[in-house]
């Protein structure tokens, strides 16, 4: 899957499994430049996150909710209502996001 960001894709992972959603990025040293996805999640911690992010909380049809921008490591999103999947995106990419807006989700 990918996402479309104005002209360009960025590829998403998305993480399956306890031990994989727990780990997350934590102790990625790399910046990365592709999407993580999480779904059925309402919140959201930063602990042993190495980098900044940029976040996007969206709804079940991948409406965006909320928008976190330069969110640093070791801070907290409380549990908000409706949202369904969350999204890690590399740095300064949810500039290009608006709220209310669908996500672009391609298979291919």
Known sequence: MYLRVKK????????????NRFKGLK??????DYVVKFSHKKFVTTNFLCQKIDIILTDREDKILYIYENFKS??????KCKVYN???LPLHTAKNFKVG???T????
């Open 27 to 32: 102790f990625v040293l790399d910046p990365i």
């Open 105 to 108: 989700i391609i298979e291919k």
């Open 74 to 79: 070791e801070q907290y999103i409380l549990p």
């Open 86 to 88: 969350v999204y890690f």
């Open 101 to 103: 807006e669908k996500l």
């Open 8 to 19: 360009k894709k960025i590829m998403i992972k998305e993480l399956f499994g306890f031990w």
